[in-house]
């Protein structure tokens, strides 16, 4: 495995983490408003998939997306199949919105979708636990503190950033890794 557990230590550093992180002023943030349509390829996180589904997407994403070069993390492929298993089969509503699941997944270009690496997985471990502290994030949100560091690691390692509408939490996660870059949007209200 190629992972070195003492170098990622010294580069978060997480027992000297222990101040609480709270939320940067919006002017500091990049939004995909304000950024050129034309550029480097992104990585889209779930948020952008969901809202996409339901008609939640301001149109600057909606032009944004249709010019850049977006990537797809096997981790955010993970998250939209969890619905697969997790939906009752007896609700009705589940099947319509299985169909549009599986459509999404479907139209991802193979060639666009990445996975993780071991050393990803592991320097994520770490700074998805440092998320779920700094964060003040409540009991059993690890598991979307650590799929949140990864989308964003993934995305740092092959020099992308990440497209969300996840403000708290990649904001957090830009503040504790700050060459990592995120692109904003808010969402649509229905």
């Known amino acids: 495995m190629s992972f070195d557990l003492d170098a990622t230590l010294r580069w978060l550093k997480p027992t000297r983490k222990t101040r609480l992180l709270r939320r940067r002023p919006e002017e500091r943030l990049d939004w995909v408003g304000e950024v050129p349509l034309v550029g480097a ?5 779930t948020t952008v998939y969901v809202d996409v589904l339901q008609g939640r997407t301001p149109e600057s994403l909606d032009a944004f997306v249709s010019v850049r070069t977006c990537n797809h993390s096997s981790v955010c492929l993970a998250e939209l199949m969890h619905a697969f298993g997790r939906l009752k089969p ?8 299985l169909k549009a699941i599986g459509g999404t997944v479907r139209d991802i270009p193979a060639h666009r979708l990445v996975a993780p690496d071991a050393a990803t997985w592991a320097e994520a471990g770490v700074l998805g636990g440092l998320l779920f502290r700094l964060g003040c994030h409540a009991a059993g949100a690890e598991r979307k503190c650590l799929n949140d560091a990864l989308i964003f690691l993934q995305a740092r390692r092959n020099g992308w950033p990440v497209v969300t509408a996840n403000i708290g939490d990649f904001d957090f996660l830009n503040q504790l890794v700050p060459d990592g870059r995120v692109l904003f949007y808010r969402r649509i209200r229905n």
């Open 41 to 45: 390829p992104v990585l889209l996180d």
């Open 90 to 97: 007896d609700d009705p509503r589940t099947g319509q919105a």
